[in-house]
């Protein structure tokens, strides 16, 4: 070796530097290797959200939870299925009993976390919270970073938000509350920059605060440093190869190896092999997220399941093609709206999680062509709510032309979309008794507490239900996007990467979306990739710390 440490963690997005928290506390040397330029991974990009159930914050706030209504709930929404080893009754236990155990760790080394007030669980069944299991970071000076400030990744938002205040802008046109919110955005974002602060919100804050608490623990961080080989030694991982000034150099890892290093949503061979009829053009992952990490593991024997899973997001793709392309699920559950397929049908229930969004697009589109599917809405919609990032309003921007369809009738929508037109006349209409009726017979929209919240709060009786009857109509492009994969390695209880038979990689380690997702098909909640990757790189750490003098 031409160096060797205590620990490396390959890849910084969410949950590196937890583990190198808990390492260095009990004095372990901690090298986190990024190949990318920038630190944070796609969680920096992210809201930064993690599923915690049983957590402080809903003690603090008067809100049920226990550690047995959390376990029915997952394995309501999550168990019961042999093809999803990730999200085994062993992995499930282990997840909700460390999940919380390792945000008061990190509270305790500093870190300043909330709960957003209402964001429900996504699936109707025994244990679910209909006010959420949601943490967050606190808004973070990313100034007090100094020059590691301009090597974390930009986030989404560029205003000194947080989530919950983010979410009622869409409203400032219609209410006072709105309104005042928005003032108050303003303001700290103002005031803080005048006293030389650079608030950040969402991933951007989370990764901001777990940089600075790594930093001062002492973690040596290196970027460009993408690591080519897991270095194998009298039967186990003993250290890694990457490239140091064009040159092969070997790090020995002396207590073990994590690997943290993403998923392969960037990577179109593997998207094609695993997910067939998928595209890394429709991914919000940074641009690194390229599954080499699961391929090494591969060729060093280790297991690999759910890599059909994905962490899909619809979104559409504006042709001044932005760096976050717009997700779509908000706007596919407000009223005046549905989402059908190209030949005009609708197929889904459009106010349910990302997952299942993208899920029944992706797999509608295996009977029936539908990427990209088609959000039709009416000229209230546009009138009231936002499009794809756009304020609400008939004007749209310029070089929407072409992109965003339009139509005086139904049928005339429905040629310029290259739909029967009456097959899509039938659709409305169906759609259209169904509000009448206030239920959604076909898929049930709005039947459940998540769809009601992700629509409209101010529209009666249903937040969610609203006719498609007043022209001009529109229509935009909707595909089943990613936030990333949901399947990789195959870890245990302890997060220990395993083989096909089951036996342990010794000293190597795993977490986040490089490995089989302890959610399995599903993402119970918000956050439902990131709290994972945070805990397990936690129970890593734990586990080391066991089993190391």
């Not at 226990?66 to 009754?89: H, I, K």
């Not at 005086?408 to 310029?416: F, K, P």
Request: neutral net charge; aromatic residues 8%.
């Amino acid at each position: 070796m031409n160096e060797s440490v205590d620990f490396i963690v390959v890849g910084s997005g969410g949950g590196s530097m937890c583990a190198a928290l808990k390492l260095r506390a009990a004095g372990k040397s901690v090298l986190i290797l990024e190949k990318a330029e920038l630190v944070g991974g796609t969680t920096a990009i992210s809201g930064g959200v993690m599923w915690i159930p049983n957590n402080r914050f809903m003690k603090e706030a008067g809100v049920a939870d226990s550690r047995a209504a959390a376990l029915a709930y997952m394995d309501a929404v999550v168990g019961g299925r042999e093809d999803t080893p990730g999200a085994s009754p062993e992995r499930r236990t282990k997840y909700v009993d460390e999940a919380p155990a390792m945000i008061e760790f990190l509270i305790d080394q500093g870190i300043r976390l909330r709960r957003i007030p209402s964001w429900p669980d996504y699936y109707e069944g025994p244990g679910e919270s209909v006010a959420g299991r949601t943490v967050v970071s606190e808004l973070f000076d990313i100034n007090v970073l100094g020059e590691w400030k301009d090597k974390l990744r930009p986030g989404f938002l560029p205003l000194a938000a947080n989530l919950d205040e983010a979410m009622d802008l869409p409203y400032m046109k219609r209410t006072w509350a709105a309104k005042k919110t928005l003032a108050r955005i303003i303001g700290r974002t103002v005031f803080s920059r005048l006293k030389g602060k650079h608030l950040s919100t969402a991933g951007q804050a989370l990764q901001g605060q777990m940089l600075n608490a790594a930093i001062k623990a002492g973690t040596d961080i290196r970027l460009n440093s993408g690591v080519k080989e897991l270095i194998i030694e009298n039967d186990r991982v003993a250290g890694v190869l990457i490239e140091k000034d064009g040159a092969p150099w070997r790090i020995g890892a002396r207590c073990g190896v994590l690997i943290n290093a993403g998923g392969f949503a960037r990577n179109q061979e593997m998207l094609d092999q695993y997910i067939p009829g998928t595209s890394t053009e429709w991914s919000n992952t940074i641009e690194s997220d390229t599954g080499d990490l699961i391929r090494e593991g591969l060729r060093i024997g280790a297991a690999v399941a759910q890599m059909d899973q994905r962490v899909g997001s619809p979104m559409t793709l504006p042709p001044d093609n932005p760096a976050v392309k717009p997700g779509m699920q908000g706007d596919m559950a407000q009223p005046h709206s549905i989402v059908v397929d190209q030949s005009g049908q609708r197929f889904m229930r459009e106010s349910a999680s990302y997952v299942e969004l993208a899920r029944n697009i992706l797999n509608r589109n295996k009977e029936q062509p539908a990427t990209p599917s088609w959000l039709i809405m009416d000229s209230q919609y546009l009138k009231k709510y936002m499009l794809a990032g756009t304020m609400p309003g008939l004007k749209k921007p310029k070089h929407w032309q072409g992109f965003l369809q339009q139509g005086e009738t139904i049928e005339a929508l429905a040629n310029n979309c290259k739909i029967d037109p009456a097959a899509l006349r039938a659709s409305v209409e169906r759609f259209n008794g169904f509000v009448e009726q206030g239920i959604d017979a076909d898929f049930a929209r709005g039947s459940h507490v998540y769809d009601n919240w992700l629509g409209d709060a101010l529209h009666q009786p249903s937040q969610t239900l609203g006719k498609i009857e007043q022209g001009p109509f529109y229509a935009l492009p909707i595909y089943p996007g990613d936030v990333s994969t949901y399947g990789g390695l195959v870890t245990d209880e302890h997060a220990r990467v395993l083989r096909s038979d089951g036996s342990l990689i010794a000293g190597l380690y795993a977490t986040g979306t490089s490995t089989a997702s302890v959610m399995g098909h599903a993402s119970p909640g918000a956050g439902g990739s990131i709290g994972p990757s945070f805990t397990w790189a936690y129970v890593a750490a734990k586990h080391v710390l066991a089993n190391t003098p």
